[in-house]
């Protein structure tokens, strides 16, 4: 798979085009909003969906099908998906099934999608309010990566990004551990090779890969109890809380110097936002690990950290442990 | 893939279920009453689904995905799909996108799924009427291929899976030229071995495995266009017909020579029932073809033979003589 990055990466597109037979530009309404003017002067088929993680379902997915159909795709036509990690999720799984597979490129808009979604395969929808039960493995042909996207997004999709960058300071690269909210711009790059040698070592998650997963047990669990709520919590958000209770947990089970939970508390609270968690309750937070597609024999796996760059993987922690580390969350990080 | 056969195949099962953390089997209405009494003794958990290709859709593959998420199936768990083709291939799509893929084992109880559909690692489901538009390239861990299910197969049944069995003298091996409806269980393991050699080779379908829609691109536009209809055609049925279209078309434009078109002409009466082709319409039929998959640049491809055991993939051919090559059909196929 091929990243292409920087200012000027979208004037690359149109080498990567030649030889599709028809090409499709899925977007949201936001997207298609914003951007109106550059959608127009593009002469290929649009297919654009409502915006948000609550439209990333199976109706959504027979939304594109139908205007695949009707633009008389074929085997050898190209879905390029402009957006954020939503976009890329569902379009790269609409295209994986389409036809059995047809080709796709990632232009991700937001910081997260840059440094993390748009890159590595795994695509998917909701499924029964459950994050991404519903998938396949499938690479993008490229993911183009330009930073002239970021200058539309507000605050808090940079703050969604910035705690996922912060994730490859724990797993992979303690030079991430200077990360903040006005140095971000120059670790885009360095995240996104990251994550693709990562992705290149281990595809099908066997075993390596699974240490993306840093943060995501609970953090997938906040984001699915709240997916519905007013209060919801973006993807990154419920990353950087879930990101909390590992490092919790990697010092109760790793021997992770206690040091490292009081500076990422700090690193939160100086970088990220203050959060809204009203109606926190741990049983039905648990209640969506038990659903979790990293668990095995019913049991639920943690990736947790020995020190930073040391990631252990498919570490058993026990119900109570679990919920602790659930628990504090609330008093540490909201309002 | 294993593909394990002969009528104590079923006995190896169990060895083939260890590991999993959780089974369920995925089968019929029609099925679960005939071996209902079977289906009870197993420990495992049971989908049961509609019977009938026109339940091979997406709301289908939404009941299967909730019976399992019910039923607390994760990566580590199995699906079992017993049953003919539509099975195997609603199937193992569900499986393929169930938490990015679980593995799935076949027990096709057709002679068309044994022979076809039950290896190789197509699945797929309808979507607006079109056949198979949705779906993924997966394999089965393994095929058990008991002919003893064949004993509960209607007539009709058997015949539909005796003309994909012709197919493969055709395109890959003439002694399958002697096949006939007395024959065909000493036919069934050669044609499951070519099936899958075939499938080995090319497993994507990107050349030499396009030889296997020999007699598809007319018989599916055939199947599709009396899916919803009193006088449906199975799927080895429409194959059949498609089969002479092919041959036909292969006689005019790769120089094979006539007697082999009577030659089929003879077997086909002589070997499947004589078909009920009511409201036959060509334009109708015809307008199916320009959607299919295996199209490239909205010009229609087909796999042609110049001699048995000779096939020739990708061939252009002018919309008139595929109209031609439909047309005859009712004329000599109908009663």
Not at 116 to 136: L, R
Not at 306 to 318: G, L, M, N, Y
Request: charged share 20%.
């Amino acid at each position: 798979m091929n990243i292409i990055f920087g200012n000027n990466a979208s004037a690359q597109l149109e080498s990567l085009m030649v030889g599709y037979d028809n090409i499709f530009i899925l977007t949201d309404e936001n997207i298609s909003k914003i951007y109106s003017s550059m959608l127009a002067s593009l002469p290929y088929k649009k297919i654009i969906i409502p915006a948000g993680e609550e439209n990333k379902n199976i109706d959504t997915v027979n939304f594109i099908w139908n205007r695949l159909l009707e633009g008389n795709a074929s085997r050898d036509s190209l879905l390029l998906n402009l957006g954020g990690g939503t976009i890329s999720d569902i379009g790269g799984f609409a295209a994986s099934c389409f036809k059995r597979g047809i080709d796709f490129i990632n232009v991700p808009t937001t910081l997260l999608a840059m440094v993390d979604a748009s890159i590595g395969g795994k695509n998917g929808i909701n499924f029964n309010n459950y994050k991404n039960q519903i998938g396949t493995f499938a690479e993008a042909e490229s993911v183009i990566i330009n930073p002239q996207f970021l200058k539309t997004l507000n605050e808090r999709d940079i703050k969604s990004g910035l705690a996922e960058m912060m994730k490859y300071a724990f797993i992979a690269d303690d030079s991430f551990l200077d990360l903040d909210s006005d140095n971000y711009l120059s670790y885009i790059e360095k995240a996104a090779t990251i994550k693709n040698d990562v992705v290149n070592m281990d595809f099908k998650e066997s075993g390596l890969r699974k240490m993306l997963n840093f943060g995501h047990t609970v953090g997938h669990a906040l984001e699915s109890y709240y997916l519905d709520k007013e209060n919801y919590l973006t993807h990154g958000e419920a990353v950087a809380l879930g990101m909390y209770s590992a490092l919790y947990l990697s010092v109760k089970y790793c021997g992770l110097d206690s040091q490292w939970l009081f500076f990422y508390e700090m690193w939160f609270k100086g970088n990220l936002n203050i959060l809204n968690l009203k109606d926190f309750d741990v049983e039905s937070i648990f209640s969506y690990i038990s659903h979790d597609k990293k668990n095995k024999n019913g049991s639920p796996r943690f990736v947790l950290i020995s020190a930073p760059e040391k990631p252990q993987i498919d570490v058993e922690v026990s119900v109570d442990d679990i919920k602790e580390a659930i628990f504090i969350l609330k008093d540490k990080f909201s309002e």
